[in-house]
């Protein structure tokens, strides 16, 4: 009896270990902050752009994480990095990105990298463009 007592305390406390509370949730992070395999990641991306992609690219990362990495090629002449938004449906994560009208040189930024956690695995990962879907150049593991 006390087996079957303490087996809803060991799965209550197993799914509060979870990191991301079973939400889906994302933020932008320093590539310097990053590990050595997303770094190794970002420097081969870059390496192997040659003008003709979309800069999106994306890295699995642990179970429950990966990572976005949105490079010069993303960008529109004239344009810098705007919004982004992440949403999930069903069995599709959806990834929302923006660019902005470039207000200065001194506020470029040569790249982006986001961590996404998400609760769950997706049979579907679409990413829209300023409202347009697109595709992800590369997917790394």
């Known amino acids: 009896m006390k087996k079957l007592m303490l087996l809803p305390f060991m799965l209550l ?13 994302f933020s932008e992070i320093h590539q310097e902050k990053a590990s050595a395999k997303v770094k190794d990641f970002i420097t081969q ?3 192997n752009e040659d003008g003709t992609g979309n800069g999106i690219y994306v ?8 990572y976005l990495f949105l490079s010069q090629e993303f960008l529109d002449k004239g344009k ?3 919004s982004i938004d992440v949403k999930e449906e069903e069995d599709t994560l959806t990834i929302y990105l923006n660019e902005s009208s470039n207000i200065g040189q001194e506020d470029q ?7 996404i956690n ?3 695995d997706y049979e579907f990962l679409r990413v829209f463009k300023n409202g347009k879907e697109t595709h992800i150049q590369t ?3």
């Not at 890295?59 to 990966?66: A, H, P, R, T, Y």
């Open 13 to 25: 406390l197993l799914m509060g270990c979870n990191g991301n509370d079973g939400k889906l949730t």
């Open 45 to 47: 991306m870059e390496i």
């Open 59 to 66: 890295l699995n990362g642990k179970e429950d994480k990966f």
């Open 80 to 82: 810098s990095f705007g």
């Open 109 to 115: 930024v040569l790249n982006k990298l986001y961590e």
């Open 118 to 120: 998400r609760p769950k």
């Open 139 to 141: 997917v790394g593991v």
